[in-house]
């Protein structure tokens, strides 16, 4: 069988090595001049040239051990690096509030009530609810976890993540959450996959997709599909960029906006399904200061939507992955906008600066700032997700797929491991 793979981001470049694996013939070709969609690192020399990177999607991806993440990692030989557990805050009420990274040790933060720490610690005893019908993000954790987790810290950590308010979404938008209940207990669950630890690749999120690409054969860039055509013998035409080709199969690993432009003329059902799941855009301002304790050994702090008005917190990237400033240097990375209304004076870099050392007094001025817009880099899952893949997945002809983040969920994580159960699935078939 050959296949043709439309999109070289994470999830086109995991579904061909999964295939490739496998024996199958596959070509990708990717629009842009470089593979990796979002999962891109940037260099960033500082002021006196001295090396350093910037992010422009994920700064890191959650390991458990022979997970799929885990395995994929050693069959590419990527060097990863754990920068361990620093501390991290929600900004709440004006301040900055210690949140443990351990579910468990959540019981000691000051960020939740006494009942509601009574309440989240008889999470094991909660019944396990059918997956159907579709539930709300703040809904499930509520009954499973109780209302003051879902009001006192899911904003913020949702906030931080998908960059839109968690009354908005589906418990599709965190698929994890779903499997961990299916083991009886959101506790029992994370128990049950092994300890996850951040993991960064020697080099940056990039050399992920880099490597990939190293190891692939038949990766074209700067080639977009323009139109698609079945064939009498079942077979595929794709022509784009004054390339044809006829493949035994197409598998679409495009956002859905992309993917809804070139199933409209032979899958409409497929195409007005895709078009309906929207998509966030977020502002990144990269900023690199002055150390400052604790701050610089730290993962960094999410702010309780809405008191933050746009501004959804600051990771510390610098100690997340020292590689990616000089060792004298803290280097910050801020996120604006998403879904939420914001203020007007952060549009400004002196707006978001002045935000920030109201959070962290004693922050120095950047001594480098760099800002980018993520434009529709995050799918959101809003209710009604479930019935839109559903309906896409239906409408696709026979030998055509759909392969997305917007399917398996947002992180790398999830798309590796619902590229992997793909790929499984379709063996056995």
Not at 116 to 138: H, T
Request: proline residues 8%.
């Amino acid at each position: 069988m050959t296949t043709l793979i439309l999109g070289g981001g994470v999830s086109g470049l995991v579904t061909a090595w999964q295939l490739q694996k496998r024996g199958e013939v596959t070509e990708l070709w990717e629009a842009q001049d470089t593979v990796g969609g979002w999962v891109h690192t940037l260099p960033w020399p500082d002021l006196e040239g001295r090396p350093g990177y910037l992010e422009r999607g994920p700064q890191g991806v959650l390991v458990a051990p022979d997970s799929a993440v885990d395995r994929l990692f050693k069959e590419l030989d990527l060097e990863v690096r754990s920068p361990g557990h620093g501390a991290r805050w929600v900004g709440k009420n004006g301040a900055l509030i210690p949140v443990p990274a351990a579910p468990v040790a959540l019981l000691l933060s000051k960020l939740l009530s006494f009942s509601a720490k009574l309440r989240m610690m008889m999470e094991p005893f909660i019944p396990v609810r059918s997956a159907e019908p579709e539930e709300g993000l703040s809904e499930f954790v509520t009954r499973r976890l109780g209302r003051g987790v879902a009001e006192d810290l899911l904003p913020a950590m949702v906030a931080g993540i998908l960059a839109a308010p968690a009354e908005s979404l589906s418990v599709d938008a965190l698929p994890k959450l779903l499997y961990w209940e299916t083991k009886g207990s959101l506790f029992q669950g994370m128990r049950s996959g092994g300890a996850s630890s951040l993991m960064v690749p020697k080099g940056g999120m990039g050399m992920l997709p880099k490597r990939l690409a190293e190891r692939l054969s038949g990766v074209r860039t700067g080639l977009r599909a323009e139109g698609l055509e079945r064939l009498e013998s079942g077979r595929w035409r794709v022509w784009g960029g004054g390339e044809l080709r006829e493949v035994d199969r197409v598998l679409l690993a495009l956002p859905a906006y992309e993917a809804s432009v070139l199933l409209g003329p032979i899958a409409p059902q497929s195409a007005e399904a895709l078009a309906a799941i929207p998509y966030t855009s977020v502002r990144l301002r990269h900023s690199r200061h002055a150390r400052l304790a604790p701050l610089d050994d730290s993962f960094g702090f999410l702010v309780h939507p809405p008191e933050g008005h746009g501004f959804l917190g600051a990771l510390v990237p610098s100690w997340i992955d020292p590689d990616s400033a000089p060792s004298d240097l803290m280097q910050l990375r801020v996120f604006l906008g998403g879904a939420f209304e914001t203020d007007a004076a952060l549009s400004e870099s002196a707006g978001v600066q002045k935000v920030l050392k109201s959070w962290v007094p004693k922050l120095g001025e950047p001594l480098q700032v760099r800002e980018e817009l993520a434009d529709r880099a995050i799918p959101r899952p809003e209710m009604g997700h479930r019935g839109h893949v559903k309906a896409a997945l239906a409408g696709l002809p026979q030998g055509m797929d759909w392969i997305s983040n917007a399917r398996f969920g947002p992180g790398v994580r999830d798309v590796v491991e619902g590229v992997e159960a793909w790929v499984d699935h379709q063996g056995a078939n």
